[in-house]
């Protein structure tokens, strides 16, 4: 058999439907805790190789307008991360180990947080925080052990992290999703980002209808609560539905306009409140923001990522 290299990965992962494709050392995530550490997956680990699928801008276009939320809920989040992310990475893992490597998959899991991780994904209807896990012997982490994305796109040269606490894409901006494979092949290795993409706009803060993004970033609790629907640009708050959203409730008007604070216990309160659209059966929470912030963001970076803007005028909150 022919000896695995990094062209014979990238070839079989474009022909595969990846639309980028990195791979990093592991130096980056020397600073990290076990519970985030690959090698803590897969001790032998050299490299880590990063994926990703653009999310059709389309999708972003037709929430902006209010005509479709549940497309991009479905699409652009559900189906690459949980579909198209599965196959692919079980057909990359193939090539991997039939030269004699290991390949330890990494999709998301946007349910779950490592022990001590606080924040949570507003993309799902709950998060929970593993919390009873103990190591199975000393000196091991916790399971599950759960890398960081962002740390693994920024090895790999695909993406890092803006302001707005998601990944910014050197072609796509914001409109990506991602997976990993952790190996122990030796692979001649991409450089890894240098130079943040996110050059402190802020626009992703003012088109958050729920102010959600400051200077310190995201706060996820703040943010789950008004992609959920605690606000008056969503387009399910109506007619009937707007009359009785939290009808009677002293802190209303603070919550409609984006004022109130949530944290954990304030956001899990009020979710039973937020069902504007039908649950989906697989755990998912239909997007009722636009995903303003993303938005805002692709049409910033546009011209420097050779991008089409989106033509919308969103409206600004701060
Ligand atoms: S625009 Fe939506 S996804 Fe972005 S920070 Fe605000 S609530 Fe969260
Ligand atoms: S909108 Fe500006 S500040 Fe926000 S993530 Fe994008 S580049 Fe960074």
């Known amino acids: 058999m022919n000896k695995l290299t990094s062209e014979m990965i990238k070839a079989r992962a474009y022909e595969l439907g990846a639309q980028v494709c990195g791979i990093g050392g592991l130096e980056l995530f020397a600073s990290e805790s076990p519970q985030r550490d690959p090698k803590s997956i897969l001790p032998a680990a ?86 009873y896990a103990e190591p199975v012997a000393s000196g091991k982490p916790a399971p599950d052990v759960i890398i960081d994305f962002g740390v693994a796109t920024e090895a790999c040269g695909i993406g890092c992290r803006g302001k707005s606490g998601h990944i910014i894409s050197p072609k796509y901006g914001p409109f990506m999703r991602y997976c990993f494979i952790i190996t122990d092949a030796p692979l001649e290795l991409d450089s890894p980002i240098t130079e943040s993409l996110c050059d ?64 954990a216990e304030s956001a899990r ?35 420097r990522l050779g991008q089409k803007p989106i033509p919308v005028e969103l409206p600004k909150y701060i």
Request: a neutral charge; glycine letters at 10%; one cysteine or more.
């Open 200 to 263: 402190g706009c802020m626009e992703c803060a003012a088109a958050c209808p729920g102010r959600a993004i400051s200077e310190s970033g995201l706060d996820s609790w703040q943010c789950a609560v008004y992609y959920k629907g605690a606000h008056k640009s969503n387009p399910c708050m109506n007619g009937d539905a707007a009359a009785k959203f939290l009808a009677g409730d002293p802190e209303r008007d603070e919550i409609l306009d984006g004022s109130k604070r949530f944290d």
């Open 269 to 303: 309160k009020i979710y039973p409140k937020l069902n504007f659209l039908p649950q989906t059966q697989w755990g998912y929470a239909p997007c009722l923001c636009r995903r303003a912030c993303d938005i805002a963001c692709f049409n910033h970076l546009a011209k």
């Open 46 to 131: 050299r490299s880590i190789i990063g994926f990703g699928f653009a999310v059709p801008r389309g999708l972003y276009y037709a929430m902006a307008r209010g005509s479709a939320a549940y497309g991009y809920t479905t699409l652009g989040v559900k189906y690459l991360d949980e579909e198209t992310a599965e196959i692919f990475l079980l057909k990359m893992g193939g090539l991997i180990e039939d030269h004699g490597y290991d390949a330890c998959l990494q999709k998301s899991v946007p349910n779950l947080r490592v022990k001590s991780d606080k924040e949570t994904n507003p993309e799902v209807k709950y998060t929970y925080e593993l919390i």
